[in-house]
């Protein structure tokens, strides 16, 4: 079983209508995050949540919003889509042990189409 | 602030061949150096990470990267590459060993001929 999941995979959705994308982790992880992927421009973060009580924007927050409903479950809002949030979004998680081995853990992605 | 530059959106080589892929960063303070690779339709996964100490990484798939500061690059290599070669990778860099915020270098696409 994976340890991030993300639903839904694939989602093609018009302008202006509220799309949530979810994220589960099974890592145990208290830091969780949201990132969207285009083409030429890599992975640029959107919101991060270092633990339930803790959300903060990231590069490019604007356009969107996020719930950490418990320590496992991340979700990421677009209030009202637009063309150009079309991207694939990942989440991804960590811990915060500092140890010389923590990494962020990526889920699969979501490929979101704002037609 | 942090900053991440790979050279090259895309690199070809023969299967067999050196794989070379540059990175240089930009830090102020003594940085995390980490080289993530995406296969078609997955997530990333992390190839290899440099925190302190040994300035010569090696990491999964026969990949290593080098760290030098006087450079302020983190070239990632492979001696001989395979068509599973084929993907994304991704430079790195962060400020701290938690990996907690993390800058993306745009991507390298790397693929193999055969």
């Known amino acids: 079983d994976a340890d991030v999941t993300q639903t839904p995979r694939n989602r093609i959705t018009k302008t202006g209508k509220r799309i949530m994308l979810e994220c589960s982790q099974t890592?145990?992880?208290?830091?969780m995050y949201w990132y969207r992927q285009d083409p030429g421009l890599g992975l640029r973060l959107i919101y991060y949540?270092?633990?339930?009580?803790?959300?903060n924007k990231g590069e490019i927050s604007d356009g969107y919003s996020v719930s950490r409903q418990a320590q496992a479950k991340f979700s990421l809002s677009l209030e009202s889509a637009i063309p150009n949030q079309t991207a694939l979004y990942f989440c991804?998680?960590?811990?915060?042990?500092?140890?010389?081995?923590?990494?962020?853990?990526f889920g699969p992605g979501t490929r979101l189409t704002v037609l | 602030a942090q900053s991440v530059t790979q050279l090259g959106s895309h690199v070809s080589v023969s299967e067999g061949a050196l794989v070379l892929l540059r990175c240089n960063y930009s830090?102020?303070?003594?940085?995390?150096l980490f080289w993530y690779v995406q296969y078609p339709n997955q997530g990333l996964q992390l190839l290899l990470k440099?925190?302190?100490?040994?300035?010569l990484v090696k990491g999964i798939n026969g990949f290593e990267a080098e760290f030098k500061k006087s450079e302020t690059s983190f070239h990632l290599t492979k001696p001989s590459a395979h068509m599973s070669d084929a993907a994304e990778y991704f430079c790195?860099?962060?400020?701290?060993?938690?990996?907690?915020?993390?800058?993306f270098g745009s991507g390298t696409r790397l693929s193999i001929r055969p």
């Open positions: 830090s102020s303070v003594p940085p995390y």
């Open positions: 949540s270092f633990d339930v009580k803790d959300i």
């Open positions: 790195a860099v962060s400020e701290d060993s938690s990996a907690s915020k993390i800058i």
């Open positions: 890592k145990g992880h208290d830091r």
């Open positions: 991804a998680t960590s811990t915060a042990r500092g140890a010389p081995r923590d990494e962020q853990f």
């Open positions: 440099y925190t302190t100490g040994a300035t």
